[in-house]
């Protein structure tokens, strides 16, 4: 059997993704290999689905949940009050993206619902704020997991644990390899690199897609040997942990100077005036790109652009401060939760042959 399932897009075009039915099970087959149940899933267990199933992690969280016996509980739609109400009933564990982490924290009846069924939060997708993620664990109480992988890996194949969650250092890591799962960093050449060198995040896993739908040639640039090329930049650290840096084709390149958006975005996010955040390169005549914030604000908060670029500085190199910021009422997202930096990217480039200058 297989299935087909559409690639966010964020970087290009959405390409349909050839997944086989193994690539739901493969991994909790390596976990079974060492004795183990990834997050403990059991049949008594009460699941609450917060994703869409016409994308890749929540269908792949419903059969998850369904193969452990779990009970399943489906959201028509995501709204904050609905999944507080739901985890009140009684749910054990969830999945969901941080910016549904964040709207939850922000609903009123969040300071009055009962966590005290909830074992385990899932996280993943996108970034998440270390200030955001410290409210999150102290006011659910639970186990946290991050998940990092992409539909053409059959969903996640990194994991940062709950045990990991208690040291400081490994916060910004994406995690470790899943049982079964290889990780690689290469450089355009193919080539592995040492440990602490950035380039592209590759994967070798058992849940590795069969290629895109009816695009060979795309298909040949993304699996090759068996490797997934993620177009993540990061790298890995002495004890294995994958640190991802940004999306390669995010990157800003300023005065020759690689700068990774996600860095200032996690830095800018813990100004108490921002909701949200998101960094690109603009064209610049002098520098090349330059970096600019757009930046959601709290409701009721005010800020000025001079306030959020002196709020960067001692935080953050110089030639990584933005040089701009301009003041949006959303970012626009994926029915994923990932932010569509392309669109944002638009209006400043038009007229530019190239993306990067």
Known sequence: MQYNFTSSGTTGHPKGVQLGHYSFFAIAKEFAKQGKRWIGWNDQDKSLLTLPIFHIGGMWWAIRGLAAGAENILLETFIPADALKAIATGVTKTCMVPAMIQAMLMEPSCRTTNFSSLDTIVYGGSPIAET???QAIATFGCDFFQIYGMTETGNCAITLTAADHTYSHRLKAAGSPFPGVE????NSRQERLPQGEIGEICIKSPANMIGYWKLPEATAKTLIEGWIHTGDAGYVDADGYIYICDRIKDMICYASENVYPAEIENVLYQHPAIAEVAVIGV??????EAVKALVVLKSGEQATSLDIINFGRGKL??????RSVEFIDALPRTPSGKVQKGKLREKYWQGYQRQVN
Do not use: E, H, R, S
């Not at 064209?283 to 090349?288: A, C, N, R, S, T």
């Not at 190199?317 to 933005?322: D, G, S, T, V, Y």
């Open 183 to 186: 990780i690689a960093v290469m």
């Open 132 to 134: 955001l993620l410290t």
């Open 283 to 288: 064209p610049d005549p002098q520098w090349g």
């Open 317 to 322: 190199a110089n030639f990584k401060l933005p």
